[in-house]
């Protein structure tokens, strides 16, 4: 492996992680700065103190006749002088290392913006395409047909025992439709199932709780302007799947615009119960839970990057 290929592994690596360069570099530079500037304060102290003594002995100097009054004045200005200079340079490193370190945090602030701007607007991209070919998969085939191919649903017939009340067991084969691999939804499509503690068993009343929750989270739409998707899914009590999505779920959202045409400004979050592949049970076959997929903004956080660049 060459040399110049080794430094341009090193370059890319850099450019890579600058961010993260930056920011630590900056968190370094303001703590030596302020450790820097304690020190400094206290050598100011102990020269200010210095400097007061010096012109207090001038003073009396003056007052028994020693020096003329027009010599003290110079004397007293001169210590002056010199305590302002010693002051100056004792904050003057201090000073450049908090002003270096700032910067290094701001520019890794402006890159990570930068960086999340081109992702978002990639995604806003990735989005408006897959929405085309969603709808013209739905006018193809059918809505049902779309859902089936979006989610990976399918239909199972499986052995289910039950037991009467005479404690007689009897089995027979019941059919589930729209079975599905939660593990392997897509990103987004959000699981809501006893893995939060606003699920209930009961299907109904999980049905109730979501058209509440959509009515309350177009509420605050209504009244906040913005509403983030980490907000609804903290208040759903659904958690993410991986940092990545943590991350790209604070900066994705709903904003309230009537002027708008283009958006309806109400959150829907587009849930449908399905069955969990990985809940198969012998005595009840599979578990149902909700899938949803809300109607999300992919272009939420242009108007907050504006304000920060």
């Known amino acids: 492996?060459?040399?110049?290929?080794?430094?341009?592994?090193?370059?890319?690596?850099?450019?890579?992680?600058?961010?993260?360069?930056?920011?630590?570099?900056?968190?370094?530079?303001?703590?030596?700065?302020?450790?820097?500037?304690?020190?400094?304060?206290?050598?100011?102290?102990?020269?200010?103190?210095?400097?007061?003594?010096?012109?207090?002995?001038?003073?009396?100097?003056?007052?028994?006749?020693?020096?003329?009054?027009?010599?003290?004045?110079?004397?007293?200005?001169?210590?002056?002088?010199?305590?302002?200079?010693?002051?100056?340079?004792?904050?003057?490193?201090?000073?450049?290392?908090?002003?270096?370190?700032?910067?290094?945090?701001?520019?890794?602030?402006?890159?990570?913006?930068?960086?999340?701007?081109?992702?978002?607007?990639?995604?806003?991209?990735?989005?408006?395409?897959?929405?085309?070919l969603a709808e013209n998969v739905k006018k193809e085939y059918g809505q049902a047909e779309f859902e089936r191919l979006q989610y990976g649903t399918e239909t199972r017939t499986v052995e289910v025992r039950k037991t009467d009340e005479n404690g007689i067991e009897t089995a027979k084969m019941e059919t589930f439709d729209d079975v599905v691999d939660v593990s392997k939804v897509g990103k987004f499509t959000l699981v809501f199932d006893h893995n939060s503690n606003r699920h209930y068993d009961d299907v109904p009343h999980n049905i109730d709780f979501l058209n509440t929750a959509e009515r309350i989270f177009t509420e605050r739409l209504h009244r906040t302007g913005v509403l983030w998707l980490s907000d609804v899914m903290k208040e759903l009590d659904i958690q993410p799947k991986n940092d990545q999505e943590a991350k790209l779920a604070r900066l994705i959202g709903w904003t309230y615009d009537p002027s708008d045409p283009n958006k309806d400004c109400v959150v829907r979050l587009r849930f449908r119960r399905v069955y969990d592949e990985s809940t198969l049970n012998y005595d009840t076959g599979y578990n149902p839970v909700f899938i949803l997929d809300p109607n999300y903004d992919m272009n939420i956080n242009q108007g907050w990057f504006k304000h920060t660049k």
């Open 1 to 132: 492996m060459g040399f110049r290929h080794v430094m341009t592994k090193l370059g890319l690596g850099i450019k890579k992680h600058s961010p993260e360069i930056l920011g630590v570099a900056g968190t370094l530079m303001i703590i030596g700065g302020v450790t820097w500037a304690c020190k400094a304060s206290m050598d100011v102290a102990d020269k200010v103190k210095e400097t007061k003594e010096n012109v207090k002995e001038i003073k009396k100097s003056a007052e028994d006749g020693v020096v003329t009054q027009e010599a003290a004045k110079k004397a007293t200005r001169k210590e002056w002088i010199e305590c302002a200079r010693v002051c100056a340079f004792a904050y003057a490193g201090p000073a450049a290392l908090l002003a270096g370190g700032l910067y290094c945090k701001s520019k890794a602030v402006k890159i990570v913006n930068k960086k999340l701007e081109g992702a978002i607007a990639t995604t806003t991209l990735l989005q408006n395409r897959y929405n085309t």
